[in-house]
């Protein structure tokens, strides 16, 4: 008679099927506070359909394929040409058009565009961050371009097109075009000006030649990317068609792909020039300034993009934890599991709350509003980036041994968690950004006041947290060296006036608490004890 060696039991179901957008309470309201009522009905079922498609299984396994066959490089064809090609896996071209087909990139052609546009960017880079690289850059390219009007003119309906195509042809052929950056060069890192990449002026007007490097070269598959390189007038912003009007390739010499940490699907390169065609986008000598504007928009991708992957490792943990027994009973009715989960959902709220917010903003486009994200856009990029790698590591831990292992989905998580600080200037670059911004520009830090003001009277940490932030920013001497305190301490009041103000009470409570109030150790899981913890876990639940 055969025998069963064993029987599979207590093993946890995957998280599949479900509806991402719908099943994150916090991600719903922040739409519908911030979106015109008109427009609700329409968002609402575009971003619910966006989010079935999301948590499908065959989407699921397309980020996993993505992810476990990143892209080669190709610099000869058989003959011995350069083509210098990248090739991707399928799954990752299904990914990044569904991506382009849902609006990422298209923001500024739809009503409350940005609001819309950063749910789904949410959404969709829980099921494989790496695509999001292209897709944000994509959409940030945008105000770049907008400083020549006749380039603008001609490239800015490709970018905000919804169709995705990936072939190598001129641009002014395709249905729709994906953009790339190339700031960084080996030499010079977070120090753009220190760039000796050389812009040759030719005869055409607005044609350069350019000769140099990049050392990191993002999506070198686009068709198209802005750059900054020296030109006679100093340091320049140009663009870089990938193929030319007359359908030869430009000198794009990809000499190898970075073997990254995480965000192993997408591909980031390094690349020479050689007498490269550019064209010249805004004024020579005001490179910094006219890509500026790109970079706050890619900036406000990291802090959705650590915000999607705290939400996607809290609803894994929770998911786990609801079906897993130990000890006589569901671990998440264990109190010091349940205090874990309820921290970690509670860091994950505050993140989508935050970023919602600054999305909504970019909506707004008023004066103050755009005051108001000149401080806020960095502080939250350091902040919501910086507190992703623990919250992913916490998370993978309360699957036990099997969030070290690959078939869980957390460790691709916890790889991908610290790029989001590194990305558009590390920790440093943003506290000295804000400290910028503090001391040259008034209206920012007025802007800031005003918005953490609508809260005051509502908790009293949080009133305390805001006079001690107000003592510590009369005092700016030799602040350089306390900037990351500065910061940390403007985005957590932040956080805590738009939780006290929209989110349910209980979570307004144990934020203040703990962030605010230092009821709170150094690790997930010390809340106080006498929170409604239970609350704030079924609050994050992911599926009935």
Same mark, same amino acid.
């Given at each position: $008679? ?13 998280l ?12 719903? !309201?922040?739409?519908e506070?911030? *979106?015109?009522?008109a427009?609700? @009905?329409?968002a ?5 359909g966006f989010?079935?498609?999301a ?6 396994e ?14 000869? @064809? ?18 990044l ?8 990139? +298209?923001?500024?052609?739809r009503?409350g565009?940005?609001?819309r ?22 959409? /940030? ?6 400083? @020549? ?7 800015e309906p ?34 753009v000006r220190?760039?000796t ?7 055409e007007? &607005? ?19 802005l750059?900054?390189?020296? +030109? ?9 068609? #990938?193929? *030319?009007? @007359? ?32 064209? #010249?986008?805004?004024?020579?000598g ?7 504007? $790109? ?14 992957? $705290? #939400?996607? /490792? ?11 027994e130990?000890? &006589? ?7 010091? $599991?349940?205090?874990?989960?309820a ?7 505050? /993140?989508?709350?935050?970023?919602? #917010?600054?999305a909504?903003?970019?909506?707004d ?9 000149r401080l806020?856009?960095p ?5 919501v ?6 919250l992913a590591?916490?998370?993978?831990e ?8 690959e078939?869980?989905?957390?460790p691709r ?5 610290? *790029?989001?600080?590194?990305?558009? &200037?590390?920790?440093?670059?943003q ?12 209206g ?8 953490v003001g ?7 940490r ?6 001690? *932030?107000?003592? !510590? ?6 602040? !350089? ?6 910061? !940390?301490?403007l ?9 006290v ?8 409570? /144990?934020?203040?608490?703990s962030?605010?109030?230092g009821?709170w150790?150094? +690790? ?12 704030l876990?079924?609050r ?5």
């Open positions: $008679m055969a025998t069963s060696t064993h029987e599979v039991t207590n093993q946890v179901p995957p599949v099927g479900y509806d991402v957008f719908t099943a994150d309470r916090v991600l719903v !309201e922040a739409v506070r911030h *979106l015109d009522a427009l609700l @009905d329409e609402r079922s575009e971003l619910s989010g079935t498609t948590g499908s299984a065959q989407v699921q397309w980020g996993v394929l993505a992810n476990e066959n990143p892209p080669g490089l190709r610099t000869h @064809d058989r003959y011995g040409n350069r083509i210098d090609e990248v090739e991707y896996h399928p799954s990752w071209h299904r990914l058009g569904k991506g382009v087909s849902a609006g990422l990139t +298209a923001a500024w052609t009503p565009g940005h609001l546009r950063a749910a789904g960017f949410l959404i969709w880079t829980q099921v494989e961050a790496g695509n999001g690289c292209p897709l944000s850059m994509t959409h /940030a390219a945008v105000p770049a371009l907008r400083t @020549d009007p006749a380039l603008a003119a001609e490239w490709r970018l905000t097109s919804m169709v995705y195509d990936p072939g190598l042809r001129p641009a002014a052929q395709k249905p729709g075009a994906i953009f790339g950056m190339g700031m960084t060069e080996k030499q010079g890192g977070s120090d220190a760039n990449t050389a812009a040759r002026p030719l005869a007007d &607005g044609a350069y030649a350019l000769t140099g490097h990049k050392w990191f070269m993002s999506a070198p598959m686009s068709d198209g990317f750059v900054l390189a020296q +030109a006679p007038g100093g340091l320049t912003c140009f663009l870089v068609p #990938r193929v *030319l009007e @007359d359908g030869t390739r430009n000198v794009l010499r990809l000499q190898r792909l970075k073997d990254k940490l995480g965000n192993r699907s997408n591909a980031s390169a390094e690349v020479e020039f050689d007498g490269t065609w550019a064209r #010249r986008v805004g004024e020579e005001r490179g910094v300034r006219t890509i500026i504007e $790109m970079v706050a928009a890619t900036r406000l991708d990291c802090v959705l993009g650590s915000a999607s992957l $705290m #939400r996607q /490792a809290v609803a894994q943990a929770i998911h786990h934890c609801t079906y897993r130990a000890f &006589g009973g569901r671990l998440v009715d264990k109190p010091l $599991m349940r205090n874990v989960l921290d970690l959902a509670l860091e994950s709220e505050a /993140a989508t709350t935050l970023a919602m #917010r600054l909504a903003a970019y909506d486009g008023s004066e103050s509003e755009r005051a108001f994200l806020a856009v502080a939250a990029k350091y902040w980036t910086k507190r992703c790698t623990p590591t916490e998370a993978a309360c699957l036990g041994g099997n969030g070290y292992v078939e869980s989905g957390m998580l916890l790889r991908e968690s610290p *790029l989001n600080s590194i990305w558009e &200037g590390a920790g440093n670059v506290a000295l950004d804000v400290l910028r911004a503090l001391q040259r520009e008034p920012a830090l007025d802007a800031f006041l005003r918005e609508r809260a005051r009277g509502a908790d009293h949080l009133d305390v947290a805001i006079k001690n *932030l107000l003592t !510590e920013l009369a005092d700016l001497d030799g602040v !350089e060296a306390r900037a990351r305190r500065v910061v !940390e301490r985005a957590l009041v932040l956080q805590g006036s738009l939780l103000r929209y989110a349910p009470p209980e979570v307004a409570d /144990a934020f203040c608490a962030r605010l109030g009821d150790g150094t +690790a997930f899981g010390t809340l106080p004890h006498t929170l409604h913890l239970a609350s876990v079924e994050a639940r992911p599926v009935a």
